[in-house]
């Protein structure tokens, strides 16, 4: 079965510091892989989706980064934080192709705040 | 782009029935989904139905679709307390890749 990890879980980070978060997929091989943001009180916000190993569309401007070293591997990064980037951040996958019925899996999160 | 619109709050006593709205304005969608968002936890897909059925029902869930008004609701018979939760309602995005939109999120709170 497939299984979806991030780490850290919990992350504090003051303003102005760098940021890495991780995520990694388990059973499935060439996933869609996307990072989201669900600030307080808000949906979720795409941020990045990839279809494959470096290939990485952003859906928002802002100070963060994403990349795809590895096939189950997605990193979301940032060189200085701001407070407007605290909120919980979400990986997902899905099955690769185009298919008409979408099925994203979410991993567990890590709640990043920027103090 | 898709706009994806819920209410933010629900409050039910157990054993009642829950009711949770959405709206979209792309009507070319053709799966629509609910997904479920326990506390401190990421997002489980919940159930979903295709865009030419009116009404899907999977044990105590009932999805209603209704296409012309571009509306979708998610129906719980017999709300339990584990049934607290935040419920997204998500629609494909218009771009032709395998994006969905997501509501705001309804925070359902049952109370016994």
């Known amino acids: 079965s497939q299984t979806i990890h991030q780490w850290p879980a919990t992350l504090v980070q003051p303003v102005g510091s760098p940021l890495s978060l991780e995520c990694t997929v388990e059973g499935t091989s060439n996933p869609n892989l996307y990072w989201y943001r669900q600030a307080a009180g808000r949906g979720l916000q795409l941020l990045f989706y990839s279809v494959g190993i470096g290939q990485i569309s952003s859906e928002v401007p802002q100070n963060l980064s994403a990349s795809r070293p590895q096939d189950r591997q997605f990193i979301l990064s940032s060189k200085k934080l701001l407070l407007s980037d605290s909120g919980f951040y979400l990986c997902?996958?899905?099955?690769?192709?185009?298919?008409?019925?979408?099925?994203?899996?979410f991993g567990p999160g890590t709640r990043l705040t920027v103090t | 782009g898709e706009d994806v619109e819920q209410s933010l709050f629900l409050s039910v006593r157990e054993g009642d029935s829950s009711v949770i709205n959405c709206t979209y304005t792309?009507?070319?969608?053709?799966?629509l989904y609910w997904y479920k968002q326990e506390p401190g936890a990421g997002l489980q897909l919940l159930t979903y139905?295709?865009?030419?059925?009116d009404m899907k029902q999977d044990q105590r869930l009932t999805v209603l679709l209704n296409k012309k008004d571009k509306h979708l609701s998610l129906r719980i018979a017999d709300t339990q307390t584990g049934d607290s939760a935040i419920y997204f309602c998500a629609v494909p995005m218009n771009t032709g890749f395998q994006k969905l939109v997501f509501g705001t999120g309804t925070r359902l709170l049952v109370s016994p």
């Open positions: 139905i295709f865009s030419n059925m």
């Open positions: 792309d009507s070319s969608s053709t799966y």
């Open positions: 997902a996958w899905s099955v690769q192709g185009f298919n008409i019925r979408i099925e994203q899996y």
